[in-house]
């Protein structure tokens, strides 16, 4: 039986991290019976690594939560198939074109199978896993210029999805605070927002329209201060925005700062190992 593990590739992923995102999981927390919650779900490395019977799962970019919820069981089959056709065409076909076609193209909204297998291969067959969109909410990330990408991980996406139908597993699209969870006593919460840019090109972040602001950090300080009042385990990644980082420290949080490499710039040279913090 095959392992599952994320099924997107996602800017700011976190699986290069787990080893130091496990220490500061408390023993006390147990995934066959604790609450797992994850807010900015993403490609979902540490859910996929802890692999919890019971988890809350949000994210606001629609298609993102579109791409999870066509591996529902009542989409998974569509998802699938459309997800071969695609695979078909990129490999027998003209790979570019196919690329551009599929990002131009725009599925009725009711048809999440379709709509999920287009997020998926966008995200195996565009740059390095990017998800950008304009400010009309147009995605815009070029082709990867990859022509052997595996757009199609028929293995892995079964294997996802027989997790998910197997467990309690609760699909939201949604904004953090709404979540209902801060009264569950040993819950633990994950919190992987969009980074504070380092610079005024990093725009990486640009993966709902409006983004995700300053003031939306610090309303996640004092949420995330607040889970952790009521009683949950609560950990987070951030960049290293002194400022910022300085906010959790005066909510109590202890502040690691640990090396993390980032590959997402467009030139290889400014790619390599930076600082981000974890906070719990």
Same mark, same amino acid.
């Given at each position: 039986?095959?392992?599952?593990?994320?099924?997107?590739?996602?800017?700011?992923?976190?699986?290069?991290?787990?080893?130091?995102?496990?220490?500061?999981?408390?023993?006390?927390?147990?995934?066959?019976?604790?609450?797992?919650?994850?807010?900015?779900?993403?490609?979902?490395?540490?859910?996929?690594?802890?692999?919890?019977?019971?988890?809350?799962?949000?994210?606001?970019?629609?298609?993102?939560?579109?791409?999870?919820?066509?591996?529902?069981?009542?989409?998974?089959?569509?998802?699938?198939?459309?997800?071969?056709?695609?695979?078909?065409?990129?490999?027998?076909?003209?790979?570019?074109? +196919? &690329?551009? #076609?599929?990002?131009?193209?725009?599925?009725?909204?009711?048809?999440?199978? !379709?709509?999920? @297998?287009?997020? %998926?291969?966008?995200?195996?067959?565009?740059?390095?896993?990017?998800?950008?969109?304009?400010?009309?909410?147009?995605?815009?990330?070029?082709?990867?210029?990859?022509?052997?990408?595996?757009?199609?991980?028929?293995?892995?996406?079964?294997?996802?999805?027989?997790?998910?139908?197997?467990?309690?597993?609760?699909?939201?699209?949604?904004?953090?605070?709404?979540?209902?969870?801060?009264?569950?006593?040993?819950?633990?919460?994950?919190?992987?927002?969009?980074?504070?840019?380092?610079?005024?090109?990093?725009?990486?972040?640009?993966?709902?329209?409006?983004?995700? +602001? &300053?003031? #939306?950090?610090?309303?996640?300080?004092?949420?995330?201060?607040?889970?952790? !009042?009521?009683? @949950?385990?609560? %950990?987070?990644?951030?960049?290293?925005?002194?400022?910022?980082?300085?906010?959790?420290?005066?909510?109590?949080?202890?502040?690691?700062?640990?090396?993390?490499?980032?590959?997402?710039?467009?030139?290889?040279?400014?790619?390599?190992?930076?600082?981000?913090?974890?906070?719990?």
């Amino acid at each position: 039986m095959t392992n599952p593990k994320p099924f997107l590739k996602w800017a700011g992923g976190k699986t290069q991290l787990l080893p130091e995102l496990q220490k500061r999981i408390p023993t006390t927390w147990n995934r066959e019976t604790d609450l797992y919650v994850e807010p900015f779900l993403g490609g979902g490395a540490l859910f996929w690594e802890l692999q919890p019977k019971n988890a809350i799962l949000a994210d606001a970019n629609e298609e993102l939560y579109i791409a999870w919820l066509g591996l529902d069981t009542l989409y998974v089959e569509d998802t699938l198939k459309e997800l071969r056709e695609l695979r078909r065409r990129y490999q027998l076909g003209d790979p570019e074109t +196919t &690329y551009y #076609d599929t990002r131009a193209w725009e599925p009725p909204s009711s048809e999440i199978g !379709a709509r999920a @297998a287009r997020t %998926i291969f966008l995200n195996k067959a565009g740059f390095n896993g990017l998800y950008r969109v304009n400010g009309k909410g147009e995605f815009n990330v070029p082709w990867g210029k990859n022509p052997a990408a595996n757009v199609f991980d028929e293995e892995n996406l079964a294997a996802c999805a027989n997790f998910l139908h197997d467990n309690q597993t609760d699909l939201n699209r949604r904004d953090f605070e709404s979540l209902k969870c801060g009264g569950v006593e040993g819950a633990l919460v994950y919190c992987d927002p969009p980074y504070v840019p380092t610079s005024k090109t990093s725009n990486f972040t640009a993966y709902t329209v409006g983004g995700f +602001t &300053y003031a #939306d950090q610090l309303r996640l300080a004092v949420w995330a201060a607040r889970l952790r !009042a009521n009683g @949950a385990h609560v %950990i987070l990644s951030q960049a290293a925005d002194e400022i910022l980082i300085d906010q959790y420290r005066r909510l109590g949080f202890k502040c690691d700062k640990v090396a993390a490499r980032r590959n997402i710039n467009s030139k290889g040279s400014k790619r390599g190992p930076v600082g981000e913090y974890i906070i719990y």
